[in-house]
């Protein structure tokens, strides 16, 4: 089945500790990016990546870092979370074309007290 | 830049209402035009699209014309169900920017009985 797996689902944190959600594809899809969703303001993306090694800031990448070194995974970084940071995140996956579906994860819903 | 503009939400509908969820668009491009839904507790999945002008995008019942001279993609359905109830995302990829999504805000279906 293809599919997008983020995990965890639901994490809280405190301010400053380092995490890591995780994302894997098993599509071979070269596109991955992630997104944070914020009531009224719909999704942003954070980080983007058109293949393996090369990635790019996406509209609001300011605390985030991500690393692609296989084509299937696409971790999300928070190395010092803030509660500014506490949203609803997805990853998101497809084929580098114009006009092509993106499969996105199930979400992570982050708490940063 | 790019962006996406949708009606606000909620929309209260009783089942077998027709439904319109207004989607008007900028861009710099000849941008592909999208609908994703998120049903609760999920991710989101694409409904449906279009990559042209005057093309029309259906599926499960809904459909949407991308009408460039407008700059708009209202998605219409003529006959909701209770089923239907769940967040609706308007979004387009640009032609140079490939795979990026822009979301418009999203608006919240709720259908009753």
């Known amino acids: 089945e293809a599919q997008v797996t983020q995990n965890p689902r639901y994490l809280i944190t405190v301010t400053g500790k380092k995490l890591t959600v995780t994302c894997s594809q098993n599509?071979?899809?070269?596109?991955m990016s992630w997104y944070r969703q914020d009531p009224g303001l719909g999704l942003r993306q954070i980080y983007y990546?058109?293949?393996?090694?090369?990635?790019d800031k996406g509209d609001v990448p300011e605390g985030y870092k991500v690393s692609r070194k296989e084509k299937r995974n696409f971790p999300l970084i928070l190395e010092s979370p803030s509660p500014n940071q506490t949203s609803l995140y997805f990853c998101?996956?497809?084929?580098?074309?114009?006009?092509?579906?993106?499969?996105f994860g199930q979400g992570t819903r982050l708490t940063v007290v | 830049g790019d962006s996406v503009t949708q009606m606000e939400g909620p929309v209260t509908l009783s089942e077998e209402a027709f439904l319109t969820i207004n989607c008007t668009y900028t861009?710099?491009?000849?941008?592909?035009l999208f609908w994703y839904v998120q049903y609760p507790g999920e991710g989101l999945q694409l409904l449906l699209k279009?990559?042209?002008?005057?093309d029309k995008g259906s599926n499960k019942g809904f459909e949407a014309t991308y009408r460039k001279e407008t700059t708009s993609f209202h998605l219409e359905k003529g006959s909701v169900q209770v089923s239907d109830s769940a967040v609706y995302f308007c979004?387009?990829?640009?032609?140079?920017?490939?795979?990026?999504?822009?979301f418009g805000t999203g608006t919240r279906l709720q259908v009753t009985l």
């Open positions: 998101a996956s497809s084929f580098f074309r114009s006009g092509t579906e993106a499969f």
């Open positions: 599509m071979n899809h070269e596109y």
């Open positions: 990546s058109m293949n393996v090694e090369v990635t």
């Open positions: 861009a710099t491009g000849y941008p592909s």
């Open positions: 279009a990559t042209k002008a005057d």
């Open positions: 979004a387009l990829s640009e032609t140079g920017t490939a795979s990026k999504l822009t």
